[in-house]
């Protein structure tokens, strides 16, 4: 900005000041705008051989998670120089908001864990990398991932994710609560819903309310709750083409056993169980010494056992006829997906291979992201895992024989089942509805997400 | 717009400004300068303005009648949304949650702080003191912290019930996880963050002449019916705007519903504020054109009420001459 000195007249500072301060304004409000246009490039992308490569990297979790991610994050920078990244993290719910909002503005992260309700959600958009050329061309090593779920992440002939490691949805039993109750523990292989129901009315009971037998099942991991019941049934909650895959009545039924455990007293009264819910898993009714049993992935047992004070087991599913053919399934605990905008594709699928199969990030990272899906791996850190992270995996290793293939991956709109299910039971344990209507008009409610 | 129109008069100014000759005159220049000034300062903002609000508030205007995922690019669905929010019994349910509870809270939140503000009004020591603790809740009401703490303090085993139990209550309720309270539990809430509309009826009690008063008394008048014959009237215009900006503020409840119910506006869809909805929609969902067409309803319906509130404040608000 030149002024001459000599002229009387010249710009007063304000004007000036003004005059720069606009402009800047304007730019920086459009640079914000801006953002990036995500052209991503063909082949590899840009790599480490151009220059520093900066990646973004997103995860949802608990502090635990956060700790030894970063600590993932650290060792592979170390490792290999050129590359940086940057993580992202928050809790469960805000992260799909997140994600949700970053993508549409072309700023998707790299590398994001995804889970299986929203694979479709974003591979059928187009948000995601088909990673098949790098699976063929070696980057992404797949042949010691467990067979059960290494194909969890394909949609027809691409494969958009790659399994983090694997956990199964399975009952956590408190023995003592049962025995300080004078109820016998039950036993897993041959215990039926009713049988269920009617123990946990007993603890409760015979606690005079201290402790309640178990915790509502349409809230608590809800869809996938659904998804054993159903499957138990021959059924599905949604089938291979991506429809739903129940009927009203296998629904009802399944309402009508969570209807009894409330009036039975097997459940807290619904206020209280809708404050459990919100609490997560930390105030989980057996993690806080106030329930016999609750319905948990395998990989939760950890955080359940750190406040439980007491040591708690697994048992498999109840059924209808007290056979133990569950419809318990391995489910890939969360997968790692490539975004279809990110500008070095290439790093971020050797980062993504190297969090899989390295022994380096599978030592940090433990059981955390579920049982490593590379089985070698798995069974190497297995004797190093804490009480409950070993017995996870021996329960794992003891029902994987009788258990389900894992579901295929459900369709667009999935991700809204869980808050619509856990709005329909709140419904009928507050007496809003009866178990039929809620069946209806949940079917119709999910048809209309899906279609 | 404006500081589009800015940009090329500022140049000019400037390359004006160092060696012109004798055709502009000086008084000119320091015409322009003077009226040019404080746009430019007003710049930033009007970026702001242009970017940040507009820029957004048009492209929500054009994403109502599209089918957009967020993810994907919108898609052309003419007046769809707007059709579908009939069908949708969610929208009617955030309506009704919305509609109960600015009805409710908007007059009680009024009628506390003109309450307490005639309490202040009348000459109290350390009246400054007061009125900031009083505002305080103002300030803090609609952040995130207060309404962790309001879920921890109407917790099944919060403070309250407590303090309950321990006065001989055998079984209160959950004030926030039973869909019968947990609305009112909001809506206390609400009316707790009355500091703003108090300051205000406090500055509009100052302006009442005390004559009136005076005159009132010597007629006979008591307290009660000075207040409904004299404070009433004279504060109507202040009680008026207030009332206006709290029914506002009110339908744009989202904070407090948000963190109270953990974003599901439950239990049982019972704090399913519009807002919320609308957000679960947007971002939840995927289904952002909805949730745009969502927004400009909800536009449309606060757009209709002032109106509303406008026509009638001719039948009761007073303008003194």
Same mark, same amino acid.
């Given at each position: 900005m030149h002024t001459n000195r000599s002229n009387g007249a010249r710009t007063p500072w304000p004007t000036r000041i003004g005059v720069t301060g606009g402009v800047l304004g304007l730019l920086l409000t459009t640079a914000a705008c801006g953002g990036d246009d995500g052209g991503a490039a063909a082949?590899? !992308?840009?790599?480490?051989d151009d220059g520093p490569v900066t990646m973004r990297m997103s995860w949802w979790g608990s502090d635990t998670r956060h700790a030894a991610t970063q600590e993932l994050i650290d060792l592979y920078e170390s490792q290999n120089e050129g590359v940086t990244i940057e993580g992202d993290f928050t809790g469960f719910a805000d992260y799909w908001d997140r994600l949700a909002t970053s993508t549409a503005g072309g700023d998707a992260p790299c590398l994001m864990q995804q889970d299986t309700r929203y694979v479709r959600e974003y591979a059928d958009r187009g948000a995601l990398l088909d990673l098949t050329p790098y699976i063929e061309d070696g980057t992404?090593?797949?042949?010691? @991932?467990d067979e059960n779920v290494a194909e969890t992440g394909a949609v027809e002939d691409a494969t958009y994710a790659i399994p983090t490691g694997v956990n199964a949805f399975s009952v956590v039993i408190d023995p003592a609560a049962y025995e300080a109750a004078g109820v016998p523990v039950p036993d897993g292989s041959s215990w039926t819903w009713e049988e269920m129901v009617d123990t946990a009315a007993q603890v409760t009971q015979a606690t005079g309310g201290e402790v309640y037998g178990m915790q509502a099942m349409g809230l608590n991991g809800g869809d996938t709750n659904f998804e054993v019941y159903a499957r138990e049934q021959g059924e599905a909650l949604f089938d291979e083409n991506g429809e739903? !895959?129940?009927t009203t009545e296998t629904l009802a039924d399944w309402w009508a056993i969570e209807k009894r455990a409330s009036e039975t007293g097997a459940e807290p009264p619904p206020a209280t169980t809708v404050e459990v819910f919100n609490g997560g898993v930390d105030q989980a009714l057996v993690a806080t010494g106030n329930g016999a049993s609750g319905f948990w992935w395998t990989n939760e047992l950890p955080a359940l056992t750190a406040g439980a004070g007491s040591e708690l087991e697994f048992r498999q599913f109840p059924t209808e006829e007290g056979d133990g053919e569950t419809g318990m399934y391995l489910k890939p605990a969360m997968f790692w997906a490539i975004s279809s905008d990110c500008e070095s594709p290439q790093e971020a699928a050797m980062l993504l291979d190297w969090l899989i199969n390295s022994e380096d990030a599978v030592n940090i990272i433990k059981a955390d992201r579920g049982l490593p899906v590379n089985t070698e791996l798995r069974d190497q850190i297995a004797p190093t895992l804490d009480a409950p992270g070993q017995a996870a995996v021996a329960f794992v290793e003891e029902i994987t024989p009788g258990l389900q293939d894992p579901p295929a @991956?459900?369709?667009? !709109?999935? !991700?809204?089942v869980q808050s619509i299910l856990q709005r329909y039971t709140e419904q009928i344990l507050f007496d809003q509805v009866s178990v039929e209507d809620a069946a209806e008009q949940f079917m119709s409610e999910v048809e209309s997400a899906i279609a | 717009m404006s500081s589009t129109l800015d940009v090329p008069s500022r140049e000019r100014s400037h390359d004006e400004a160092p060696g012109t000759t004798g055709r502009a005159a000086p008084r000119g220049r320091k015409w322009w300068t003077a009226r040019l000034t404080p746009y430019l300062f007003l710049a930033p903002w009007f970026a702001g303005l242009l970017f940040i609000t507009a820029g957004p508030i048009a492209a929500s205007a054009y994403l109502s009648f599209t089918d957009y995922s967020l993810i994907g690019a919108p898609e052309w669905i003419g007046l769809d949304n707007f059709q579908r929010m009939f069908d949708d019994p969610r929208f009617y349910q955030s309506l009704k949650v919305t509609f109960i509870y600015v009805v409710v809270s908007v007059p009680l939140q009024l009628a506390f702080a003109l309450f307490l503000a005639m309490i202040l009004d009348?000459?109290?020591?350390g009246l400054a003191l007061y009125r900031s603790v009083y505002y305080l809740p103002s300030l803090i009401g609609g952040s995130v912290a207060i309404a962790i703490l309001w879920r921890q303090i109407f917790g099944s085993d919060g403070l309250l019930n407590g303090v309950l139990r321990f006065i001989g209550f055998e079984n209160p309720p959950g004030w926030v996880s039973d869909p019968d309270y947990a609305l009112g539990t909001l809506i206390i809430l609400n009316v707790w963050t009355f500091g703003a509309p108090m300051v205000i009826f406090l500055a509009g009690l100052r302006q009442i002449p005390t004559m009136y008063y005076e005159a009132a008394s010597l007629d006979g008048a008591g307290k009660v019916r000075q207040f409904f014959q004299v404070t009433l009237p004279l504060l109507s215009p202040i009680i008026f705007f207030n009332l206006v900006l709290q029914t506002i503020n009110a339908f744009q409840t989202f904070t407090q519903a948000f963190i109270v119910s953990g974003g599901t506006g439950g239990p049982a869809d019972s704090t399913l504020f519009y807002t919320l909805y609308l957000y679960q929609r947007g971002f939840g969902n995927f289904d952002m054109g909805y949730a745009s067409a969502l927004a400009w309803f909800l536009l449309l319906i606060v757009g209709g009420l002032t109106a509303i509130n406008f026509f009638a404040a001719k039948y009761w608000v007073f303008y003194g001459d």
């Open positions: 082949d590899g !992308g840009t790599t480490r992404i090593d797949t042949s010691d @991932l739903i !895959g129940f @991956l459900p369709p667009q !709109g999935a !991700g809204e | 009348r000459g109290l020591r």
